[in-house]
Each structure stands twice: as structure tokens, then as C-alpha cells.
């Protein structure tokens, strides 16, 4: 016959329990605001919002680590937008790619660039907190039409570290008028 007075807990379910109070009291999870923000993000910049057929402009890209961790490696390509494919009077190409670095020597090439697309290469590691900044150089034909805008989208794949990745996108460049002159 089973006993009906209450079970007594012995030693060691009592410190069981008792830190687990302690544990869920003080938080031993981390709490929504302590959680990471975006791993990584990718911003554009241009130069000038304008050009002639035969000009340039410099389109900055920035990836931005926002992890604790080491940013390995980044594959990004670049395309141009809806409204860019349907004029097809404008002419372009991306005709260089130089990576901002971080040292004395400044500038240096960096690889993918092709007439719509890029691969681009950050370089080294982007370490905690810090960013890198690729310029790519948009050549307008000297033959292009006029009075259009030349647009691109972006999607990116990042690998950090700890042996997570992330990815993102679209991130819109700005455009760059096509001006007659």
C-alpha cells in the first residue's frame, strides 16, 4: 500500500532546484535586446548622381561586419535593375575595381569586374565591428543614349568565422542620370 504523507526531497534535488531558481531569476539566457543585430550589411554610395555619355562614376560598396566574429569570405554579384534592361540606348560597363585598404599603400585592384556583374574580392578578414569598401568605376559609352537611369541591385553571401554564414539582399545602388550635353 502506497503512502499518502508527501515525498521529502533529498539533498542534491534541492540544490537541483534551488539553482535552477537562481538560474532563471538572474537570467542565465540572454534576453531579446542582448541579441545580435544584422551579421552583416551592404551599403552603396556614388560620386555623382549625373553623367554624359563618355563619363565615369565611382560606385562605393561598404560590407559592414556587425558580428563578433571574423567575416572569412564574401561573394556579392551585382545586376542592373528592371528599368536599366529596358533602355537599351544606354551603354556601360564596369571598367575597374579597387578595394580601400587599411594599410599605407592604399588602393588596391580587386578581381570579378565584367560588363553587368561582380564577384568582388574584400581582401583579407573584416574583423569585428569593422568594414570594407570596394569601388567599382561605371563607364558610360561615349555612343550611349541619354536621358535614362542606370541602376544596379546587389545580393550578398558571407562567411564568418565561427563557420555561420549570412546573406542579404537586394541593396539598390544609387542611380546615375545619363545627361545629354
Not at 552583416?40 to 561586419?65: H, Y
Not at 585598404?101 to 578581381?111: E, H, I, K, L
Not at 564577384?119 to 569598401?133: A, D, E, K, L, V
Request: proline letters at 8%; hydrophobic letters at 35%.
Amino acid at each position: 500500500m502506497r503512502s499518502t504523507q508527501p515525498r521529502r526531497l533529498g539533498l542534491t534535488s534541492a540544490l537541483a532546484l534551488a539553482f535552477a531558481l537562481v538560474m532563471a531569476l538572474f537570467g542565465s539566457a540572454p534576453t531579446a535586446s542582448a541579441a545580435d543585430p544584422a551579421p552583416a550589411d551592404l551599403t552603396f554610395t556614388s560620386d555623382s548622381a549625373t553623367t554624359t555619355p563618355g563619363g565615369t562614376v565611382n560606385l562605393s560598396m561598404t560590407i559592414t561586419n556587425h558580428r563578433t566574429y571574423d567575416v572569412w569570405f564574401v561573394y556579392q554579384t551585382i545586376e542592373p535593375t528592371w528599368l536599366t534592361t529596358q533602355r537599351p540606348d544606354l551603354k556601360y560597363t564596369f571598367s575597374g575595381c579597387t578595394l580601400a585598404t587599411a594599410t599605407a599603400t592604399g588602393s588596391v585592384p580587386c578581381s570579378g569586374t565584367g560588363p553587368t556583374n561582380l564577384g568582388p574580392n574584400y581582401g583579407s578578414t573584416i574583423p569585428p565591428g569593422q568594414s570594407r569598401t570596394v569601388t567599382l568605376t561605371l563607364q558610360v559609352a561615349a555612343d550611349s543614349g541619354c536621358n535614362g537611369n542606370i541602376g544596379f541591385y546587389s545580393y550578398y553571401y558571407a562567411e564568418f568565422s565561427d563557420s555561420t554564414s549570412t546573406s542579404g539582399g537586394p541593396a539598390y545602388t544609387p542611380e546615375t542620370r545619363v545627361l545629354c550635353a
